[in-house]
């Protein structure tokens, strides 16, 4: 508990800059999702006050997420109402949590590190190339669609050439004075500064100054209305209450609503084990999250979430990584920014609606860098083509395709070099030129899985008649049994046929098999 208040010097200006990048998506998502205005901003005070208190990740956020626009969208149009659809949210989260219980987190173990930087720098090139046209105030596209088709009609790419031709001067010089803010506390002169008022937080204060009191006295640079944050002011609390909406629980047998829960109980889950996994690694203290307890936190937000009418909650890269980049220390900043979104739509919300946009896309575009800077893929190609083609191939599906697709084809892609890599290093052939009566040794690598058989027996059946073989298995301690019948096969018959002899080293040691076989190895 000391080590909490200790941190809070860090946490709470981290939770604010959290609740600044958050809040325009939250909105931007529930546009996008089709959902009730306000169902953003509920998942994101539960993502924030209660997933951020039960979970153990000291940095993830979680919120309504990007990546579930398309299956919200879908789904309130199959379902006829949102009322139904919220029961599928209450279900998935009752799911999640069972997930958790029963230990499915294990999942996250089997992302390869290679596929979650690819995953992280795809993400990163997506914020900055959804951010560009916010920073020249060309705010066409809603903040939260991370599509590379957007609902507007045009890509991620065309939306750059778009913007270029509707440049709003004053928005790109608050985009430009926020950028040199971050960046003025990045240097070493304000870095102790920096930790106590994160950059992002500062260059949002000196935008909304200078928006206010210099840019309206000028006609030329004034932000218009469509270019700053747009909360709903409720001015009573009956107009607050006309804001929440609750599930219509009549619908709890209806097998469509079943089906939708299945699917974001899919894709919540595995969006949060990504999630988490990539924060984890880059997490400066190295901690590690229980992903059991992840999915259970993540279950009863979404059930606590669909009750209160909130869209479907994940834990999301984005937030996350504005949070460790604003020097969070402890999951007070992510509880922090859930107190926020609930106090600012309860207390100022006109104030919030004078934040330029162009502020909020500096600083994502910070963030954005961060996670695809150019020493990241330096690196990645430094550590050879297993490695890098995964990640790029990751990289190349996250921006074209979505996280999960991209993150799927690139696991595809890195388990068939993992394959390669595994066929080509079972075994060590000592290659000379086949003359009669040579001894041509094949000495077993460690582990000899299945998956080598193929390439062992295309080897044992091209060996040349009227010579000697030897296997050897001095330095193995695991042979598939699928690979030791193959080699019995060899031995018994095959190499009988071919005047073939077949000296076996050490099998005995690994596993005992019929009495023929043992008693010809040594």
């Excluded at 309504?64 to 149009?77: T, Y």
Aim: proline residues 4%; glycine residues 8%.
């Amino acid at each position: 508990m000391s080590k909490i208040f200790q941190n809070l010097k860090y946490d709470l200006p981290s939770g604010l800059v959290v609740f600044l990048v958050a809040l325009p998506l939250c909105l931007g998502i529930s546009l996008a999702s089709g959902a009730p205005f306000f169902s953003g901003i509920i998942a994101g005070i539960i993502g924030g006050m209660l997933i951020g208190a039960i979970s153990n990740s000291q940095l993830s956020v979680s919120g309504p997420a990007a990546g579930l626009v398309a299956v919200v969208l879908a789904a309130i149009s199959t379902l006829g109402s949102f009322e139904a659809f919220l029961v599928a949210v209450v279900l998935s989260g009752l799911m999640q949590i069972a997930l958790g219980f029963m230990k499915a987190g294990v999942v996250a173990n089997y992302f390869p590190s290679n596929v979650i930087k690819g995953m992280l720098s795809g993400i990163g090139i997506i914020i900055i190339l959804k951010q560009i046209p916010h920073a020249l105030g060309y705010d066409r596209d809603n903040e939260g669609d991370f599509a590379f088709l957007q609902l507007d009609g045009e890509n991620s790419i065309t939306s750059l050439f778009s913007a270029i031709h509707h440049v709003d001067l004053g928005a790109t010089l608050i985009a430009i004075i926020g950028m040199a803010v971050i960046l003025l506390f990045e240097t070493s002169a304000l870095k102790k500064v920096s930790k106590i008022i994160p950059g992002g937080l500062a260059a949002v204060i000196v935008s909304v100054l200078v928006s206010e009191f210099i840019f309206k006295k000028i006609p030329l640079l004034a932000i218009s209305s469509t270019h700053l944050v747009n909360v709903p002011v409720p001015n009573t609390l009956d107009d607050f209450k006309a804001l929440i909406t609750f599930p219509d629980f009549t619908n709890i047998m209806s097998p469509p609503v079943w089906i939708v829960a299945l699917t974001i109980t899919a894709v919540a889950s595995i969006e949060t084990l990504l999630c988490i996994e990539a924060i984890d690694k880059l997490d400066p203290e190295k901690r590690i999250t229980s992903t059991n307890r992840e999915l259970i936190a993540q279950g009863i937000g979404n059930t606590f979430s669909g009750l209160i009418g909130g869209l479907p909650i994940t834990s999301v890269i984005v937030r996350s990584s504005a949070n460790l980049n604003a020097n969070a220390k402890t999951k007070m900043s992510t509880i922090f920014h859930g107190f926020l979104l609930l106090a600012s739509v309860l207390l100022i919300p006109s104030l919030l609606n004078k934040i330029p946009l162009a502020a909020l896309a500096a600083i994502l575009l910070f963030t954005g860098y961060k996670l695809a800077k150019p020493s990241i893929f330096k690196g990645m190609f430094a550590n050879g083509k297993y490695q890098w083609i995964p990640f790029l191939v990751t990289v190349l599906a996250v921006v074209f395709l979505d996280l999960l697709k991209g993150v799927g084809i690139g696991l595809m892609v890195s388990v068939v070099y993992i394959l390669t890599g595994n066929l080509k290093n079972s075994y060590y052939f000592k290659r000379e030129e086949y003359e009669e009566g040579e001894t041509i040794k094949i000495r077993l690598s460690e582990e000899v899985s299945f998956l080598n058989k193929a390439a062992l027996r295309e080897t044992l059946d091209h060996l040349p008649a009227d010579g000697k073989v030897v296997i050897d298995a001095t330095n193995t301690t695991y042979i598939d049994f699928d690979v030791i019948e193959l080699i019995k096969e060899f031995k018994e018959i095959k190499a009988p046929l071919k005047n073939i002899d077949c000296e076996l080293l050490n099998f005995k040691e690994i596993y005992q098999i019929n009495s023929n076989f043992v008693s010809s190895t040594h």
